[in-house]
C-alpha cells in the first residue's frame, strides 16, 4: 500500500512537497514513481527513481523544477516541487514499477497505485 500526502493550495512560482509512505513492500525491490493526473486529461509520468543506483529521470514539463528522491530506511519517497505553475495543478499519485528503462514513463507501466494527493496552483 502506498499512501501520497503533501498537496494543497500555493500560489504559482511556490514550493510543495510531496511525500509518498510505503507499506507491505521496500523501495529496494522496486523503482517508486510520481505521476499525476490533471481534470479532463490522462494520467502522466513526472518523474522516477531507478531501485538500483537511485537514478533520476523528469518528464520534460518538470525537469529542474521537480526533485524526486527516496528514504530506503524510512520506505517514504519525495517530491520536492519548486517554481509551480498553473498547469501543475493535479491528483499526484505514488506508484511502483520494476519495469524496463524503457517503460518508465508509462503509467501502464506502474502498479500497486496509492491514493493520490490533489496539488493546486493558483495565480
Known sequence: QL???GGGLVQAGGSLRLSCAASGRTFYDYDVGWLRQAPGKEREF???IRR???RTYYADSVKGRF???K???KNTAYLQMNSLKLEDT????CALTRTVLSGIRRP???TSWGQGTQVTVSS
Not at 493535479?90 to 499519485?93: D, K, M
Open 46 to 48: 513526472v518523474a522516477v
Open 3 to 5: 499512501q501520497a500526502y
Open 108 to 110: 501502464d507501466q506502474y
Open 67 to 69: 526533485t524526486i528522491s
Open 71 to 73: 528514504d530506503n530506511a
Open 52 to 54: 538500483s543506483g537511485g
Open 90 to 93: 493535479a491528483v499526484y499519485f
